[in-house]
């Protein structure tokens, strides 16, 4: 799903202008940037589910600090407090807002592994996953709809038309190979 969040950083950006597009989209995969360490120390990990390598959509994530609801909450409350100091306060809560997105569109496709709270209760998760044809085309609409909407803005904002279809299209083509790279793995 990380060219769905992408996807969905651009369609946000077309929307607000104070906060820079990379920060969006550092936003939209904070969780997996903090999942990472967790990962490579132990603390978190992906099992395979039976019969299958851990690829795209092929895995049980045991993220639970960092996409368990509660996890997640946290982690966007205090990177939308930190962006504010940058961005201001409204800054801050579309921050905080895209950071929690994250665990909104997971929860959509992951199976049920997202905890509600850290190493307890119960895992949701409605497994869009299991169809990756559905997956692909829910991740492509949200890469397409971000990049139409972020060049729709940044023309009325005053953007060159030239520079605008530049982001937009490497937005799209970022999307299609990151797309394409989660499939093939």
Do not use: C, N
């Amino acid at each position: 799903m990380i060219t769905g969040h992408f996807g969905l950083a651009a369609v946000v950006k077309s929307t607000q202008r104070s906060v820079p597009l990379w920060a969006l989209m550092l936003a939209a995969v904070w969780l997996d940037v903090l999942f990472i360490p967790l990962l490579l120390a132990g603390v978190e990990h992906i099992d395979p589910v039976s019969g299958t390598h851990a690829g795209y959509g092929e895995g049980i994530i045991h993220a639970d600090y960092t996409h368990s609801l509660v996890g997640s909450l946290v982690i966007s409350g205090v990177t939308g407090w930190v962006a504010a100091r940058r961005w201001g306060r409204r800054g801050g809560v579309v921050i905080g807002a895209v950071v929690f997105s994250h665990w909104v569109l997971d929860l959509i496709v992951h199976r049920t592994d997202l905890a509600l709270i850290p190493g307890t209760g119960p895992r949701l998760g409605l497994g869009l996953w299991r169809h990756p044809g559905a997956t692909a085309a829910a991740e492509a609409a949200l890469v397409l709809a971000g990049a139409l909407l972020y060049w729709r803005s940044s023309v009325q904002g005053g953007m060159p038309k030239g520079r605008a279809t530049l982001i937009s299209l490497l937005l799209v083509a970022a999307g299609s190979i990151t797309l394409v790279t989660d499939i093939l793995s």
